[in-house]
């Protein structure tokens, strides 16, 4: 199976900071590569998918880049709704894996 | 609105079985892929199950975790998606997630809110 690796498992930072979250894979992905967002007690919720295309109704301060094995979700000005768990995933080849998590905490 | 509300869930003996439902409203399911995800408590996600939408005759994949103990299955008339659940082991107890994927875009797009299986003595 293909491994992803978030990095940082936890980012402290304020409303309207930037941030960046990073996806590594264990082998090559092309760009078949989602993110997800998931707060407590809710399912997730699709993000971004195909690395950088913006699913419907998501805010345009989400983007995503990358190719091959190494990804990156950018936020470009961080609002109260966007502290939350996120999670990269692959689905290039079976098993379909995600990344272990990043959390998003208010600093 | 697109919906998928899972049920089924509960407290289960090891070696026992569990089968869960999703239903599915808003949407026609047989035309999308349908996935399984579990979530142990208090850790990440991992995909178990998909079942392939109707143009593939809803053929199936399954993690290594769970093959040989667990199916998918549908019921196109109910627009429903199962799981059936065998043999279980306390490190199956996590929240069940089902989530649909687009058969062209192939990451799931919509998800429901889960329904908790535990499995213990």
């Known amino acids: 199976d293909i491994q992803m690796t978030q990095s940082p498992s936890t980012l402290s930072a304020s409303v309207g900071d930037r941030v960046t979250i990073t996806c590594r894979a264990s082998q090559t992905i092309s760009r078949w590569l989602a993110w997800h967002q998931q707060k407590p007690g809710k399912g997730p919720k699709l993000l971004i998918y195909?690395?950088?295309n913006l699913e419907s109704g998501v805010p345009s301060r989400f983007s995503g880049s990358g190719s091959g094995t190494e990804f990156t979700l950018t936020i470009s000005s961080l609002e109260p709704d966007d502290f939350a768990i996120y999670y990269c995933?692959?689905?290039?080849?079976?098993?379909?894996?995600f990344g272990q998590g990043t959390r998003l905490e208010i600093k | 609105e697109v919906q998928l509300v899972e049920s089924g869930g509960g407290l289960v003996q090891p070696g026992g079985s569990l089968r869960l439902s999703c239903a599915a409203s808003?949407?026609?399911?047989?035309?999308?892929?349908m996935d399984w995800v579990r979530q142990a408590p208090g850790k990440g996600l991992e995909w178990i199950s998909r079942?392939?939408?109707?143009?593939?005759?809803?053929?199936?994949e399954y993690a290594a975790s769970v093959r040989g103990r667990f199916t998918i299955s549908r019921d196109v008339s109910k627009n429903s998606l199962y799981l059936q659940m065998n043999s279980l082991k306390t490190e199956d107890t996590a929240v069940y997630y089902c989530?649909?994927?687009?058969?062209?875009?192939?990451?799931?797009?919509?998800w429901g809110q889960g329904t908790l299986v535990t499995v213990s003595s």
């Open positions: 079942s392939r939408n109707k143009g593939n005759s809803f053929s199936t």
């Open positions: 995933q692959q689905y290039n080849s079976y098993s379909l894996t």
């Open positions: 808003g949407f026609t399911s047989s035309d999308y892929y």
């Open positions: 195909e690395t950088s």
């Open positions: 989530a649909r994927t687009p058969a062209g875009q192939n990451a799931f797009d919509f």
